[in-house]
């Protein structure tokens, strides 16, 4: 699985800027399914065929990352920027960044007094000019940029930028390619979302077309096993999170049933998820038309939003069977 | 004066009557129907037997303002705010409050009352009260009631070389340009539709796109232009007088890249000066509209106001009607080949 990580890790997909994502994806699946639809907003549908009498499910994963949108280019050629989704400033500084074109730059800041200064309006990129009318030529106004950071195989953990959430787009395009010579009664809608980092959009007018009968986002979650961490009991390497709450759902108890159950049956570990903040598609998919089940399997994920977020290898292995025992026995 | 007529009527969040008079007055010799849904979007066709994609305007009827919130003892009215507004701008300005407009002015306490670290902090809207002269709760009781809406007044008026003065430029600007496009002949089904509602959570257009069912969404809207001393350019958004804006991001959309693409090419076509708003704050009915069912290719386009959201903004009229301009041209373009054909 780690070559379908690095590749979808280390490519460029800011909010609303997914295109790259979607030419790999839909690539690596389009033999396994049945059917591919691009939506208006960009999001990708592919469809698995069921019996045509049982039910319909939805799987989501999103492919934006988190990113910047140039809002000015200055008359020595530095960008000045806005966040897409939320961005940590303090991890910004000395960051490298690519825009859709291969563009490279890098983000410095202005002279700060303090560190207690540190404010995005102060933040500046660098791609290498000397003028407006260079800069220009490389870059516009409204042009989108993602960070810039190589896969590292740490062994059983991985670091990249963005396994927020190509994670869930690798387990995706596993379970798609483990399902290959299985006929299920289900029908399965494998969905590759857009603009989850700006507020979970793609997955609405997604799960509005699709209109599933149990809608289930595969996402990261924060973990809380490292110095003075975030108050979350979770922990790299104990199993897929079965998300409880978050901002945006509170999960059906019935939708928490199927999942505890389905993983004690087939004995794939897991740990139960109530995170404070955040949101994920599920929290757009359950609030679709007149209500949907929906619920959300999580990979417990360290220095989330940073150029260097960790997973456990195994997390992610039982998430593919978690995903695939849920799309068979729902 | 369209833009007259329209800004200096009132119509703060959820009490748009009188500007949707205003407006159905206006379009009726022009459309094939007219609706008013129930949360007051006024929803007006033409060509809707047509073929071709559905193309959805909209524009915002409603303004900042304030309401009533009670009645002091002295006669003094306590409001809240409706929508956002800076309180710094309020003290001493006129307004009327409710139906009958009754005249009121914004007060505080006086400045050589105030204790010296006062005098250093902007004051809160909850410092201040609407005094409309009266002595006694019951004398303010006969002509104001808690709920009563609030709004600026402020007279349009045109200044220097065209520019133009008033309140409400966000969004009657994009009335009157929905006006003046229904005035023309088109060959596609058109809704255009007045919303609601904006300012306080682009409910309006939620409702409305649910019923109008677009194909294709164009939004225009008044956004902020910081083209002033002391700002620094990277942070003017917009410029008066460069011509319509279009986003690349706000609170509630990123742009669709076509439509952008799209309306670039037809202002370079017809030599419309065109600029790109430089922010990513803010938010308008595309938020709603662009997400609606299973996705709405949505556009906005946006005229430059200064000091908005206050009693008197400042346009440049040439951005107006570069608008209204950019906004034809667009409609005859999709028109012609059922769509944004690049």
């Known amino acids: 699985m780690k070559n379908i990580i690095k590749k979808l890790v280390e490519t460029y997909g800011p909010p609303g800027n997914e295109q790259q994502l979607r030419e790999i994806l839909i690539q690596e699946i389009t033999e396994y399914v049945d059917g591919i639809k691009v939506d208006v907003l960009g999001n990708i549908i592919a469809h698995?065929?069921?019996?045509?009498?049982?039910?319909?499910?939805?799987?989501?994963?999103?492919?934006?990352?988190?990113?910047?949108?140039?809002?000015?280019?200055d008359k020595d050629g530095f960008l000045r920027f806005s966040p897409m989704g939320g961005i940590k400033v303090n991890n910004l500084i000395g960051d490298r960044v690519q825009f859709a074109n291969g563009t490279k730059g890098v983000i410095s800041c202005e002279e700060l007094k303090s560190w207690k200064d540190i404010d995005i309006n102060k933040l500046y990129i660098d791609i290498g000019v000397n003028s407006k009318d260079e800069a220009e030529k490389l870059v516009n106004i409204g042009d989108a940029c993602?960070?810039?950071?190589?896969?590292?195989?740490?062994?059983?953990?991985?670091?990249?930028?963005?396994?927020?959430?190509?994670?869930?787009?690798?387990?995706?395009?596993?379970?798609?390619?483990?399902?290959?010579?299985?006929?299920?009664?289900?029908?399965?809608?494998?969905t590759f979302t857009v603009q989850e980092e700006v507020g979970l959009r793609g997955a609405k007018t997604a799960a509005y077309a699709i209109s599933p009968d149990l809608g289930i986002a595969i996402d990261i979650t924060i973990a809380g096993d490292t110095p003075e961490p975030p108050k979350v009991d979770i922990h790299l390497g104990k199993g897929p999170a079965i998300k409880l709450k978050d901002v945006s759902m509170i999960t059906n108890p019935a939708v928490k049933k199927l999942m505890i159950d389905t993983a004690e049956n087939h004995q794939i570990p897991y740990q139960l998820e109530v995170l404070?903040?955040?949101?994920?598609d599920a929290g757009a998919i359950h609030l679709t038309k007149d209500g949907i089940l929906a619920g959300c399997i999580s990979i417990p994920c360290r220095y989330v939003h940073s150029p260097s977020e960790m997973v456990d290898l195994q997390d992610v292995i039982h998430a593919v069977q978690l995903g695939i025992k849920i799309a068979e026995e729902f | 004066m369209l833009l007259k007529k329209l800004t200096e009527a009132n119509g703060v969040s959820g009490n748009e009557d009188e500007v949707r008079r205003i407006i159905i007055e206006e379009i009726t010799p022009f459309v094939d129907n007219i609706k008013v849904d129930v949360i007051g979007n006024i929803i007006a066709s033409k060509n809707h037997h047509l073929s071709g994609p559905k193309l959805m305007l909209a524009a915002h009827m409603d303004e900042v303002g304030f309401m009533v919130v009670s009645i002091e003892s002295n006669g003094l009215l306590k409001f809240r705010a409706v929508g956002g507004i800076d309180s710094r701008i309020l003290v001493s300005k006129h307004v009327v409050i409710g139906e009958n407009k009754i005249n009121g002015v914004i007060g505080a306490k006086a400045i050589h009352l105030q204790k010296r670290n006062e005098r250093t902090i902007p004051l809160t809207i909850e410092q201040l009260y609407i005094d409309i002269g009266a002595k006694t709760k019951e004398e303010a009781e006969k002509t104001v009631k808690i709920g009563d809406y609030v709004a600026f007044v402020s007279e349009y008026l045109t200044m220097g070389d065209n520019y133009a003065k008033g309140k409400a430029f966000d969004d009657r600007v994009g009335c009157a340009v929905l006006i003046e496009i229904l005035k023309h002949q088109f060959d596609m089904p058109i809704y255009a539709v007045f919303t609601v509602q904006e300012e306080i959570g682009l409910r309006g257009a939620t409702v409305a796109s649910y019923a109008v069912n677009p194909d294709l969404a164009l939004i225009i809207e008044g956004t902020t232009a910081s083209d002033v001393v002391g700002t620094d350019s990277k942070h003017y958004v917009t410029q008066l007088g460069k011509g319509p804006a279009i986003s690349v991001m706000d609170r509630g959309m990123i742009a669709n890249p076509i439509f952008n693409k799209y309306i670039t090419i037809i202002a370079n076509n017809n030599n419309i000066p065109l600029q790109v708003r430089q922010g990513a704050t803010g938010g308008n009915d595309a938020g709603k509209i662009h997400l609606h069912k299973e996705g709405v290719t949505t556009g906005v386009i946006s005229i430059p106001v200064r000091y908005i959201h206050s009693t008197n903004s400042i346009i440049n009229i040439q951005d107006y009607d570069n608008t209204i301009l950019l906004t034809k041209m667009f409609i005859d373009g999709v028109s012609k080949t059922k769509g944004m054909t690049i």
């Open chain 1, 146 to 190: 993602g960070m810039t950071r190589e896969f590292l195989d740490l062994g059983s953990r991985i670091v990249a930028k963005s396994l927020d959430d190509r994670i869930g787009c690798a387990i995706l395009v596993e379970m798609i390619h483990k399902l290959k010579n299985i006929q299920l009664d289900n029908d399965v809608y494998f």
């Open chain 1, 276 to 280: 404070p903040y955040g949101g994920t």
């Open chain 1, 48 to 73: 698995k065929k069921g019996n045509g009498k049982s039910k319909r499910i939805m799987f989501a994963a999103h492919m934006d990352e988190i990113g910047l949108i140039i809002t000015h280019i």
